[in-house]
T-cell receptor
Framework: KNEVEQSPQNLTAQEGEFITINCSYS?????LHWLQQHPGGGIVSLFM???GKKKHGRLIATINIQEKHSSLHITASHPRDSAVYIC??????????????FGTGTRLTIIP | NAGVTQTPKFQVLKTGQSMTLQCAQD?????MSWYRQDPGMGLRLIHY???????DQGEVPNGYNVSRSTTEDFPLRLLSAAPSQTSVYFC?????????????FGPGTRLTVL
């Protein structure tokens, strides 16, 4: 069983819809990352969080450490949000290696 | 800043050939890492470095070598390419140790081994 599970695997929505992508993990963590992989392949870091909530523009990331769960929300979705969204966690203990464990990603398609 | 650069973007090799994937960053980041991305799997760590002269193995190091002679460069060498090494390879860097800081990724190298 993968330590990091994302749902849904694929998501298609109409432009303007509110989007939620989920990430669940099975181990204790010290940090969680949300990444965006563009259709062209490039990967961009969106958020790094260890508690609470972070917001950047139309993107909001939340994490519940007790429930081992994080969500990425997109408000007023736009076709340019179409991408693969990847969750990654830093497990503890990590013995100083700081090796991230990655989910397999959620492919989001926004239809105009 | 150019950020993290990788060359080449695409490469086709025959089984048994060797090659080096180049990675460079101009952000003075100490931490650099190499990942491979395969269909249906999350990114997997191949090797990483916490500073010039210091490297260590990740999750899937077999068949790959790395060195870090400068802060800027972190090349990945395929010693004798195998079809199982067909993948997309990403180099990443961060100011602090990898999992505790924002990750900056290169554009990737798509490698096919025939």
């Amino acid at each position: 069983k993968n330590e990091v599970e994302q749902s849904p695997q694929n998501l298609t929505a109409q432009e303007g819809e509110f989007i939620t992508i989920n990430c669940s993990y099975s181990v204790g963590i010290s940090a969680l990352h949300w990444l965006q992989q563009h259709p062209g392949g490039g990967i961009v870091s969106l958020f790094m969080l260890s508690s609470g909530k972070k917001k950047h523009g139309r993107l909001i990331a939340t994490i519940n450490i007790q429930e081992k769960h994080s969500s990425l929300h997109i408000t007023a979705s736009h076709p340019r949000d179409s991408a693969v969204y990847i969750c990654a966690v830093l497990p503890i203990p990590n013995f100083g290696n700081e090796k991230l464990t990655f989910g397999t990603g959620t492919r989001l398609t926004i239809i105009p | 800043n150019a950020g993290v650069t990788q060359t080449p973007k695409f490469q086709v090799l025959k089984t048994g050939q060797s090659m080096t994937l180049q990675c460079a960053q101009d952000m003075n980041h100490e931490y650099m890492s190499w990942y491979r991305q395969d269909p249906g799997m999350g990114l997997r760590l191949i090797h990483y470095s916490v500073g010039a002269g210091i490297t260590d193995q990740g999750e899937v190091p077999n068949g790959y070598n790395v060195s870090r002679s400068t802060t800027e460069d972190f090349p990945l060498r395929l010693l004798s390419a195998a079809p199982s090494q067909t993948s997309v390879y990403f180099c990443a860097s961060s100011y602090q140790r990898g999992g505790t800081d924002t990750q900056y990724f290169g554009p990737g190298t798509r490698l096919t081994v025939l």
